[in-house]
């Protein structure tokens, strides 16, 4: 039983461009929970908002919707309307069920439909995201003069010569893939890597694993040659007076980077080997 009714139209619920607006009342059961009150809405209409037009409103009278129903199921009725083409029967069914109480489902598979779509949304934002970090080193690669590859790994790479470059430039993902195999085996291919990083990016199902786009970026930022005066035949040499567990240890936290920087960290766990260093080469890290 309605025992108080608020005239007035209010504004119930906006979402995805629609609005829910109507009447609200306190309602009494003579036989359900005697004494308890409870807001309903008498009246309810759905507004287009970027239209402005109402597309739909009722005047309900003793069929009313517990505001409680109501807050259940309002966003999902919204979210339908904005991703589907719909008609007045579809609308007058739903205040129906909202009035009978009977949108269980319906809001069950809407949540399902709402975490599909923001899914799709993530992953579409980090694609997007990927593309734009992918011109960017693209962009940062050709002003330095070096070379990207996107293979087994992500691999940007240094010619020592003109000659290496073409070479590289004229084979097959096969040939580079075989290439890139002899540089982590030896030191005599002409071609260096000064950066490689896990990189999966889209594939026939458009899965993106793990993107190593921002950290090369950031690498090639801050890769200055022209403060690192230890070329990679002298780094080889260094090392073969390491300690093979430390050098092990530095090469697992820090490679691929710099020889300075590794020489840095390697002195932090060996800090005798500073003296070697300057006795030996003549360098002070």
């Known amino acids: 039983m309605i025992i108080g009714n608020e005239s007035k139209v209010i504004g119930l619920y906006e979402a995805y461009g629609y609005r829910f607006v109507g009447c609200i009342a306190d309602y009494e059961s ?39 129903t109501f807050e259940k199921h309002c966003d999902d009725i919204l979210y339908y309307l904005r991703k589907n083409t719909f008609d007045m029967i579809d609308l007058e069914n739903f205040i129906n069920k909202l009035v009978k109480n009977e949108l269980t489902l319906f809001s069950h598979n809407i949540k399902i439909q709402k975490r599909k779509d923001a899914e799709e949304k993530t992953f579409s934002e980090r694609i997007e995201k990927a593309k734009e970090q992918e011109n960017k080193l693209l962009s940062l690669v050709y002003d330095k003069k070096y070379e990207i590859y996107f293979g087994k790994r992500l691999y940007i790479l240094e010619f020592e010569s003109e000659k290496e470059k073409q070479y590289w430039n004229k084979l097959e993902n096969a040939g580079k893939d075989h290439v890139i195999e ?48 230890i070329d990679q035949e002298l780094m080889n040499t260094i090392v073969t007076y390491m300690d093979d567990e430390t050098r092990e240890q530095v090469h697992f936290e820090l490679a691929p980077c710099r020889p300075e920087k590794f020489l840095k960290r390697y002195l932090e766990l060996d800090s005798d080997f500073a003296e070697l260093l300057y006795n030996e080469f003549g360098i002070g890290v």
């Open 30 to 68: 003579e036989y359900i929970d005697a004494g308890v009150v409870r807001k309903v809405i008498t009246k309810i209409a759905i507004i287009d908002q970027k239209t402005g037009e109402t597309i739909y409103k009722e005047t309900l009278g003793n069929r009313v919707i517990f505001f409680e």
């Open 182 to 229: 002899r540089i982590h085996n030896e030191s005599t291919t002409g071609i260096n890597i000064i950066f490689e990083s896990d990189y999966s990016y889209f594939g026939n199902t458009c899965n993106m694993v793990k993107s190593g786009l921002e950290s090369a970026i950031e690498f090639l930022n801050s890769y200055e040659e022209e403060t690192d005066n």
